[in-house]
């Protein structure tokens, strides 16, 4: 049985946009994240 993707590929431009959104996020988490543990502001 093979993967069945449904999901059109997107460009490499679109795919970029959502690594840096992403990227983004993730460095948000982590400033959450050192607030929360080590108390910085």
Known sequence: MSVMIKESPISEKDMIAQA?????????VREGVGRVIFGQE
């Open 20 to 28: 840096e959104t992403a990227l983004a996020d993730i460095s948000r």
